[in-house]
């Protein structure tokens, strides 16, 4: 059977796994704790010595490549992590080639946002849809746009890195992301709260915790309305550790939105909660590899 590895590389961890031809998870590695590395080679090699562990468990299993998630930017031919303070291990560092190194089959790269998406396109909420555009709420905001199966990268592979677009006194990631959310509730109640904090007293019905989340919600929308105009996607999906509170964001998050819709994309639009969790981006990444 042939199979691909994916890995998915954030700043405190890294997911590994194997994936199906058709894009169905076989197995997750636990997950590698970041903190270990000093070096990008170190990390490097326990990323192929666990790929390569795994295969031995499975003699029917033939790995035909690869493929990385890392936090961008990436430079334009994705071969190369470029500034990124959250991962220091792998900062301007060169990690297709340093990887693949271990590898006599493919090795490829692309952006955590981007197969993410593509791992919910494929296996996930976007399962079915041929336009499928992703967001991923948490320290920072991530987006990404796949059709018909591929990864829109642009000329120079910044494509719908959207994020640190210009909104109100800053960007779009100042207003939709953990520390906003953090903000909003500090000014609404004049508390200092972590974001846990604010979750369960939204679960709790504090009306102050479910402002909060109205706010962010309606920043995110903000956001998205441009994200509907120009590229018209079947559904949005939403990821990233803020998701566990999608059910108090989305109405006000719609509210905007549909407001700016265009009449023939009024009830159309789908805006979903994604599906797969910490897997999405090791299917992605796996799916790099055609």
Known sequence: MKVRAGVDIGGTK???GLVGETGELLLLVDKIAMSKFERGDELMLVIANTIKAQMAKYPDYELI???VGAPGP???????VMETPNT???QNYPLVARLQAHFDVTV???NDANVFVLGEAISGAGKGEAFVYGITLGTGYGHGFVWDGRILSGAHGTATEYGLAPYNDGTFEDYACGPALERNYESISGESRTGLQIFKLAQSGNANALAAWSLLGRSVGHSLVYVTHLLDPGIIVVGGSLAAGFEFFI???REVVDAHLFENQKGKLRIERAELGD?????GSALLIS
């Not at 990436?74 to 190369?80: E, G, I, K, P």
């Not at 897997?279 to 299917?283: G, L, M, T």
């Open 108 to 110: 490829k790269m692309n």
């Open 251 to 253: 109405d006000s998050l």
């Open 65 to 67: 490549g690869v493929g």
């Open 74 to 80: 990436l430079n334009d031919t994705h071969d190369s």
């Open 88 to 90: 220091p291990v792998i």
């Open 14 to 16: 890294v997911r590994i």
């Open 279 to 283: 897997a999405a981006p090791v299917i």
